[in-house]
Antibody, heavy 117, light 107 residues
Framework: QVQLVESGGGLVKPGGSLRLSCAAS????????MGWIRQAPGKGLEWVSY????????YYADSVKGRFTISRDDAKNSLDLQMNSLRAEDTAVYYC??????????WGQGTLVTVSS | EIVLTQSPATLSLSPGERATLSCRAS??????LGWYQQKPGQAPRLLIY???NRATGIPARFSGSGSGTDFTLTISSLEPEDFAVYYC?????????FGPGTKVDIK
């Protein structure tokens, strides 16, 4: 069965960096686009970034452009999100998700990122 | 950026009742709209894609309709496990955006 497991969340000071990872299993990872979506505490959903197969196409939300970098390692079935220059408004649960037709058909359970001094 | 609005914000119903949720887009998204269900402490689950197609394993009591700017998610007869927050999402233009959600709670 499809499994997505995020890791790397935690508490970081404003201006700091964090790298999230997502371990995928149960499907042919290299055949799918993948994405990161976040949800601030008690708030709605924001699609942060997605990466195509072979990483030929990458998109970012304006709110993270220039600060976040998405990447994938098809040999390791892994998706990463490097987050730099973190701000308080980046505090959220970050979900890794499989993209199918630009919808999100499988999601991980999320990892909490808290940006606070 | 395409803005999605959802109404009502909260829908209070009893098990067995019909739920009708609305999502409106600030510009046409054709049929490129999906619906997700999220329960407390859980990740969202895809219910409907391309306005009216049920995702794998989704019960037939969930149905979607609409095109252009106006869309509806209908739950024909609410089961206890259906009380949750429902989000719409457009995939017509990047950034792909979500609506603010409709909470379906028990009356």
């Amino acid at each position: 069965q499809v499994q997505l497991v995020e890791s790397g969340g935690g508490l970081v000071k404003p201006g700091g960096s964090l790298r999230l990872s997502c371990a995928a299993s149960g499907f042919t990872f290299a055949d799918y686009y993948m994405g990161w979506i976040r949800q601030a505490p008690g708030k709605g959903l924001e699609w942060v970034s997605y990466i195509s197969t072979r990483a030929t196409t990458i998109y970012y939300a304006d709110s993270v452009k220039g600060r976040f970098t998405i990447s994938r390692d098809d040999a390791k079935n892994s998706l990463d999100l490097q987050m730099n220059s973190l701000r308080a408004e980046d505090t959220a649960v970050y979900y890794c998700a499989r993209v199918l037709g630009y919808y999100l058909d499988y999601w991980g359970q999320g990892t909490l990122v808290t940006v606070s001094s | 950026e395409i803005v999605l609005t959802q109404s009502p914000a909260t829908l209070s119903l009893s098990p067995g009742e019909r739920a009708t949720l609305s999502c409106r887009a600030s510009q046409s998204v054709s049929i490129y709209l999906g619906w997700y269900q999220q329960k407390p402490g859980q990740a969202p689950r895809l219910l409907i894609y391309d306005a009216s197609n049920r995702a794998t394993g989704i019960p037939a009591r969930f149905s979607g309709s609409g095109s252009g700017t106006d869309f509806t998610l209908t739950i024909s007869s609410l089961e206890p496990e259906d009380f949750a927050v429902y989000y719409c999402q457009q995939r017509s233009n990047w950034p792909f955006t979500f609506g603010p959600g409709t909470k379906v709670d028990i009356k």
